[in-house]
């Protein structure tokens, strides 16, 4: 028999009633006052996202969103910085760590986890699949994003779809691994992501969009999903726990101290073409935060180096690390680059983080470039 | 259990949240074993409490986060914090490197010395540790 889980759909809310509901449904959960749940949600007004250890200041355009009316809030799951406006559906899975089948390793967890939206966009017609370490992918570009946390015996994973994406606001108001005076970065900025706007042409409804995830979900749970609603005391608590994250107390934090943010973008020339690395480097942390990899070298498999530009966030920028992560994502993958190694992609990262880790990264938009020639 | 994710050496105390006491006297430096350390994955950011804070057996001092997953930290024995290891603070992927050495977390002040003898000597960590592997392994295929 089918174990029930309890099917939420809260619509609409400003980001700060979404965040605190986040943690009043996980602690329902721990205290063994709800089933596992997945939720539906949706932002109004538009919101910028920090991840629960993130630096609003390292991560967000703070002006631009103002002058927008673009709110800004912290999640209390991990990952990166992400824009959502009313286009878009947020999921989630609340659920005991002790449900039969859920992994306790966070990496298998996450692809179990995401693996609900892959069955769900396949009843859409759309073949999507999951990409390490968080990532969905439609045609080798991100279409949905995922991170998690627990509170005792509990957890919540959580992602986004996105639906009917305005790629250029998100541009304007997160920081990111390229220059924004940089026509042709921003180019190539905006073919990193996908919207299902864009794979289908025309949207189905919303609700039947829903009822695919919802289907994926439970298929891949094997589970039955019922519809319901938030119990008396989780309205309560939600009362209670709203004032805190509208606070900037919750949305600041305290944590620059041990972050840094630099970019940096250097041009590499091989045998096979050039490469320019742009790179977001946390030089206080010693970790690549992301980078975008273009050039004129020709790739196969064709998605390879949006899978490597995967692979190396969040990674640590010590040279020896990033070589062992380069020359095993090429041995696993089987990347053919013509005239192009795993060590070109070495020396350009490396001089692209020597760059922005010696102080000469600059702010972002003023972020220049270093040419560096293949002898 | 040769593999190095499942080293456990002798001499340390350990907890089924996987956390590792070294005990001197009537102090103790925690950290996070290698199978627990393995199995958050690459550590990306670590926030704990202040020196003099006391942290409690099984209650949070802090944070933990891997691969987009924000976990606690969960305290193994009570005591007051004496000192946090800032290089692990700044640099939390230590603790996936050296584990049992530099990727120490904190050190505290024993509260309550009788609490040690809730926790696993070796052998029985290591013993709970692949029953724990056996049980997963059995329920893979089960969703």
Same mark, same amino acid.
């Given at each position: 028999?089918?174990?029930?889980?309890?099917?939420?759909?809260?619509?609409?809310?400003?980001?700060?009633?979404?965040?605190?509901?986040?943690?009043?449904?996980?602690?329902?959960?721990?205290?063994?006052?709800?089933?596992?749940?997945?939720?539906?949600?949706?932002?109004?007004?538009?919101?910028?996202?920090?991840?629960?250890?993130?630096?609003? *200041?390292?991560?967000?355009?703070?002006?631009?969103?103002?002058?927008?009316?673009?709110?800004?809030?912290?999640?209390?799951?991990?990952?990166?910085?992400?824009?959502?406006?009313?286009?878009?559906?947020?999921?989630?899975?609340?659920?005991?760590?002790?449900?039969?089948?859920?992994?306790?390793?966070?990496?298998?967890?996450?692809?179990?986890?995401?693996?609900?939206?892959?069955?769900?966009?396949?009843?859409?017609?759309?073949?999507?699949?999951?990409?390490?370490?968080?990532?969905?992918?439609?045609?080798?570009?991100?279409?949905?994003?995922?991170?998690?946390?627990?509170?005792?015996?509990?957890?919540?994973?959580?992602?986004?779809?996105?639906?009917?994406?305005?790629?250029?606001?998100?541009?304007?108001?997160?920081?990111?691994?390229?220059?924004?005076?940089?026509?042709?970065?921003?180019?190539?900025?905006?073919?990193?992501?996908?919207?299902?706007?864009?794979?289908?042409?025309?949207?189905?409804?919303?609700?039947?969009?829903?009822?695919?995830?919802?289907?994926?979900?439970?298929?891949?749970?094997?589970?039955?999903?019922?519809?319901?609603?938030?119990?008396?005391?989780?309205?309560?608590?939600?009362?209670?726990?709203?004032?805190?994250?509208?606070?900037?107390?919750?949305?600041?934090?305290?944590?620059?101290?041990?972050?840094?943010?630099?970019?940096?973008?250097?041009?590499?020339?091989?045998?096979?073409?050039?490469?320019?690395?742009?790179?977001?480097?946390?030089?206080?942390?010693?970790?690549?935060?992301?980078?975008?990899?273009?050039?004129?070298?020709?790739?196969?498999?064709?998605?390879?180096?949006?899978?490597?530009?995967?692979?190396?966030?969040?990674?640590?920028?010590?040279?020896?690390?990033?070589?062992?992560?380069?020359?095993?994502?090429?041995?696993?993958?089987?990347?053919?680059?013509?005239?192009?190694?795993?060590?070109?992609?070495?020396?350009?990262?490396?001089?692209?983080?020597?760059?922005?880790?010696?102080?000469?990264?600059?702010?972002? *938009?003023?972020?220049?470039?270093?040419?560096?020639?293949?002898? | 259990?040769?593999?190095?994710?499942?080293?456990?050496?002798?001499?340390?105390?350990?907890?089924?949240?996987?956390?590792?006491?070294?005990?001197?006297?009537?102090?103790?430096?925690?950290?996070?074993?290698?199978?627990?350390?393995?199995?958050?994955?690459?550590?990306?950011?670590?926030?704990?409490?202040?020196?003099?804070?006391?942290?409690?057996?099984?209650?949070?001092?802090?944070?933990?986060?891997?691969?987009?997953?924000?976990?606690?930290?969960?305290?193994?024995?009570?005591?007051?914090?004496?000192?946090?290891?800032?290089?692990?603070?700044?640099?939390?992927?230590?603790?996936?490197?050296?584990?049992?050495?530099?990727?120490?977390?904190?050190?505290?002040?024993?509260?309550?010395?009788?609490?040690?003898?809730?926790?696993?000597?070796?052998?029985?960590?290591?013993?709970?540790?692949?029953?724990?592997?056996?049980?997963?392994?059995?329920?893979?295929?089960?969703?």
């Amino acid at each position: 028999m089918k174990m029930v889980w309890r099917f939420l759909d809260t619509g609409p809310l400003p980001a700060a009633n979404n965040m605190a509901l986040d943690k009043v449904i996980l602690n329902s959960l721990r205290c063994g006052q709800a089933s596992n749940t997945l939720r539906f949600l949706e932002f109004s007004p538009p919101c910028a996202l920090v991840g629960y250890h993130q630096a609003v *200041e390292l991560e967000v355009e703070e002006e631009y969103c103002h002058q927008q009316g673009i709110e800004i809030n912290r999640r209390i799951t991990g990952g990166g910085n992400l824009y959502l406006d009313e286009g878009q559906i947020g999921w989630e899975i609340f659920a005991h760590k002790e449900t039969r089948g859920i992994p306790r390793n966070s990496e298998d967890m996450c692809r179990l986890m995401c693996e609900g939206v892959v069955i769900g966009l396949a009843k859409l017609g759309v073949e999507a699949r999951f990409r390490p370490k968080n990532e969905i992918e439609v045609q080798g570009r991100k279409i949905s994003g995922a991170g998690g946390t627990e509170m005792g015996n509990a957890f919540l994973y959580q992602g986004t779809l996105l639906i009917d994406f305005d790629v250029d606001t998100m541009i304007k108001c997160l920081k990111l691994p390229i220059n924004k005076f940089d026509d042709q970065q921003i180019q190539t900025f905006r073919r990193r992501v996908i919207c299902l706007r864009e794979i289908l042409g025309n949207l189905p409804p919303i609700p039947v969009i829903k009822r695919s995830l919802a289907d994926g979900f439970a298929e891949s749970f094997k589970i039955h999903l019922e519809p319901g609603d938030l119990t008396q005391n989780e309205k309560l608590l939600w009362e209670k726990e709203l004032p805190r994250f509208q606070s900037e107390e919750w949305i600041r934090g305290k944590r620059p101290k041990l972050q840094g943010s630099s970019l940096s973008v250097v041009d590499w020339k091989t045998r096979g073409g050039f490469i320019r690395v742009s790179v977001l480097l946390d030089p206080t942390r010693h970790r690549i935060k992301s980078a975008v990899i273009t050039g004129d070298f020709l790739a196969h498999p064709e998605s390879s180096i949006l899978d490597l530009e995967a692979a190396i966030k969040d990674s640590s920028s010590h040279p020896s690390d990033i070589l062992k992560t380069l020359r095993h994502f090429f041995a696993v993958n089987h990347i053919r680059i013509s005239g192009v190694e795993p060590e070109d992609f070495h020396q350009a990262l490396c001089l692209a983080i020597s760059k922005a880790g010696d102080g000469q990264g600059q702010p972002l *938009e003023d972020a220049g470039r270093m040419e560096a020639k293949f002898p | 259990m040769a593999m190095g994710h499942r080293r456990v050496p002798e001499g340390l105390l350990y907890d089924r949240n996987h956390y590792w006491v070294k005990v001197a006297g009537r102090e103790a430096s925690i950290g996070l074993s290698a199978h627990g350390q393995h199995t958050i994955g690459d550590i990306l950011y670590l926030e704990l409490v202040s020196p003099g804070a006391m942290i409690r057996k099984g209650e949070g001092f802090g944070s933990i986060e891997s691969s987009k997953w924000v976990g606690a930290l969960i305290a193994p024995v009570t005591g007051v914090v004496l000192d946090t290891n800032r290089e692990v603070e700044a640099s939390p992927g230590q603790i996936n490197v050296d584990p049992y050495g530099q990727g120490w977390i904190l050190r505290i002040e024993l509260s309550d010395i009788d609490e040690l003898k809730l926790l696993m000597k070796a052998t029985a960590y290591r013993q709970w540790v692949e029953e724990q592997i056996n049980r997963e392994h059995q329920e893979e295929g089960a969703i």
